[in-house]
């Protein structure tokens, strides 16, 4: 009898605790602690294209609920973008930055070691202050110069989490392109939440 009391006793114990342990976990599914995003980079990130208010951190934001900082500057390669980290980025002291970077670079030239040493740099400055990062990369096959294996390596090399085409589904579609290079609302709807659910995968 006794030991019987003992074993109810225990289970009792046990799931009482087990209830307490988990009914107190901070958070809903889905939500987003981090203080302070920052989305860097291009006019992906600025938003071509898009309308207002629907450029693809802004739509980011609505999702999670709180500010994301808007630090995209049309036109930017990573050698300008890494001209203006420690004012945009590195100064802000943020938790996660968001970036897409490299289409320029593509686009004008730039030899693929040079743009991804940049990145490389961008990167590290970015981790060093102890935020996460998280790559918004490109693929264009036969015409991207390895600049699509090269995001992987580099997301290798540093640690950072990868998407590895942001565009993926997006670019070539006319219901979600506003030009031949840029999202309209939809796109960028689609690229908001593949940050999304990278930034949730932490």
Known sequence: MKKIL????????????????????????????????????????????AGENMDYPS???????????????????????????????????????????????LKNGVAKNIAFENLKLIVESIQKQGARVII???????????????????????GASLIPDILEGIIGNRDLMSDPIHPNDKGYTIMAQKFYEAILQH
């Not at 090269?150 to 090399?157: H, P, R």
Request: charged fraction near 25%; proline fraction near 4%.
């Open 59 to 105: 739509q980011l934001s609505k999702l999670i609920d709180r500010p994301v900082m808007n630090a995209g500057v049309p036109g930017d390669t990573t050698a300008r973008a890494l001209q203006r980290l420690e004012r945009d980025v590195l100064a802000k002291s943020p938790d996660v930055v968001l970036i897409t970077l490299g289409g320029n670079d």
């Open 6 to 49: 003992y074993l109810t006793l225990c289970a009792a114990i046990l799931f009482l605790g087990y209830r307490i342990l988990f009914s107190s976990a901070p958070g809903k599914k889905g939500e987003i602690h981090s203080r302070t995003i920052i989305c860097f980079g291009d006019s992906l990130t600025y938003g071509t294209g």
């Open 136 to 158: 918004g990369g490109l693929q264009f096959p036969l015409r991207d110069r390895g600049f699509g294996r090269a995001y992987k390596k580099l997301a290798d090399e540093t």
